[in-house]
């Protein structure tokens, strides 16, 4: 391994099919770019003007219930339309076709002041219960084949309400992402009868270079093909298709792995810590999907403070995803923090 | 096309084989999230401070000369190392490769109080003759296969210094974006015989839905994939491979396309309008590239004005590239700015 970490490569992606190019020598340069701003402002349990908080009013005019503690709702501007016209245009190398689908906002909490960092792990356990119901209950119905569950926590992350809360989008068809992802599983299963990340998390839990956290059910760890400084997946240890066949007495466990992971974040940069979380797993096509094995990802751009993040710009938007610290540092410095958060019994 | 202006749909991009969602119906929400710094900065034509300077010192202790037009020199952070080790890492799941190169940085001009927006004509010429010999040597270097040519202009872009400076970092293998160009337009000659942005452009030349400026020898249009709000392609009429093949008459009306963009760029939000540009064209591996046709990309984040971005956050990252107004308005509002510079003999 000592070549990962004195020379620029690259590494493979086995889920994406995609590489990420490693600059680890250049992990000390100076940067005088653009600054975030700190994020250490302290909220009100209650705000009276936001739009997610219990009792309040939403643009649209409807009133939020008194929620006690998980909330959904339909997005007032969603991305998708559920009933809108089907349509197909195939004009030469013009090409489109209608999509569909339904877009719903879920409050963590009712508690303003919260991100799940700050929620205790019961609290945490009933966000789980609820992507799971929403899981089935979109993924019934017609049209919609694939379902996203995803946050983006900080207004960096392009979040604009920092009431703590996420999205859930559906579809009629599966998005980029999710297809690379499908087709590589299945090449990968097909192979060697058992799930990618089966065989990936034996290496890995062999290896430990990249363990950040693990419970009897889960793992945290930063993937060898970590695109973000501080990118980590959480991985059941057991091959799932989805979080439906998540056994109702490890959700707890899955709870446990996200307060850990983010309890560290914010401890990193002593700053609420912004990401994109989203969770990757089966369509909901009835197709047999016994090749994926889902998982939670989280993109965090920030790099070396609380100020300072990675941009994905020129180079990485033409080219590939380049880092400069290696995941094997990252994860040695996420592990050190998880250890010292047990010690330190403050969880 | 009327569907395509009201109900969510999604858009195929031929080039790299992925989809866009679009969601025209979204224009009009309203944006209470982070806002960008409106950047109205005026800069003195030389600045003591800045290590683009003509004659001012670099972080490595090196002297710029008292260059007059483009100035060219390897990065003193190159993200790729030229005489790294050679290595290989294949173990299940694990696997990398080393990455070779070479990363330059090139100034537009040294004029620190300029961009590419307020050179004229004739000193933009320069930098794509510029462009031209660094692509013809760096890819004639053992071990370079690829030369990519880009800019991030902006903060926002990840920018760190204002001059008006651009990159180029060549390397051993093909990253992913170009890879999967080089796939679509490989397949699509071998079936047709023509480059597929030649028979694009056909379609487009006769629709004029989204065609913001053209003379004798190049194109800008909004692509009908585009995924940025105001994305934009230059593309050389006549299929080239890469830009040596660029007649060197016609080197000048790509220098006017690149110089009429940019211009109207400022002019939509009345700043200096980030983004990030970059040229994507054969790779330089001696193998027969006459299925591809360079061309010019700009991906400029802003939304709305010069403080309201779009994030590629959550969903995007997740799932797929997703936007709100649609190719052909973009195209319009900057089409009209077009047409308005030269009624207006600004140009
Ligand atoms: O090389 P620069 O300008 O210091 O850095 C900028 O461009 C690079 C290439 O797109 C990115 O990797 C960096 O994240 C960005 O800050
Ligand atoms: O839906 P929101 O929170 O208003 O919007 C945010 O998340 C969306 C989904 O990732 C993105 O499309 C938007 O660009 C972003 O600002």
Chains 1, 2 share one sequence.
Not at 135 to 158: D, H, R
Not at 197 to 225: C, G, H, M, S, T
Not at 258 to 265: A, E, G, M, Q
């Amino acid at each position: 391994m000592e070549n990962t970490q004195e020379y620029s490569h690259k590494r493979f992606n086995p889920l994406t099919g995609e590489w990420v190019l490693v600059s680890p020598h250049r992990a000390k340069r100076p940067w005088q770019g653009q600054e975030e701003d700190a994020n250490q402002e302290t909220r009100p349990t209650h705000d009276p003007d936001c739009y997610l908080c219990s009792g309040n009013t939403r643009a649209n005019g409807e009133k939020n219930p008194d929620y006690e503690d998980v909330f959904v709702f339909v997005n007032d501007f969603s991305a998708l339309q559920k009933d809108s016209k089907q349509f197909s245009l195939n004009d030469g190398l013009i090409k489109a076709e209608a999509e569909q689908g339904i877009c719903k906002v879920i409050c963590f909490s009712p508690d303003h002041s919260k991100s799940l960092a700050d929620m205790n792990v019961k609290d945490i356990q009933k966000v789980i219960h609820t992507w799971q119901s929403e899981f089935t209950s979109l993924g019934k119905q017609s049209n919609i084949n694939y379902v996203q569950i995803f946050e983006n926590k900080g207004a960096v992350m392009g979040c604009s309400n920092p009431h703590p809360h996420g999205q859930i989008w559906s579809q009629s068809t599966l998005p980029n992402e999710v297809s690379k992802k499908d087709i590589h599983q299945k090449t990968y299963y097909k192979q060697n009868n058992n799930t990618l990340l089966q065989d990936y998390l034996k290496q890995e839990l062999k290896l430990k270079e990249r363990i950040v956290f693990e419970n009897r059910a889960f793992v945290v760890l930063v993937p060898f093909w970590a695109i973000w400084p501080y990118e980590a997946m959480i991985v059941p240890k057991q091959p799932q298709k989805d979080i439906i066949e998540l056994p109702r007495e490890e959700t707890i466990l899955f709870a446990e792995a996200i307060s850990v992971l983010t309890k560290i974040y914010d401890k990193l940069f002593n700053t609420s810590f912004p990401y994109s979380s989203g969770i990757h797993q089966a369509p909901t096509n009835n197709e047999n999907n016994e090749h994926w094995h889902w998982h939670m990802s989280f993109y965090p751009p920030l790099l070396r403070s609380a100020t300072v993040k990675k941009f994905m710009v020129g180079y990485e938007m033409f080219g590939m995803a380049q880092r400069d610290i290696t995941p094997e540092t990252a994860a040695q410095t996420l592990k050190h923090l998880a250890d010292n958060l047990y010690t330190a019994k403050h969880f």
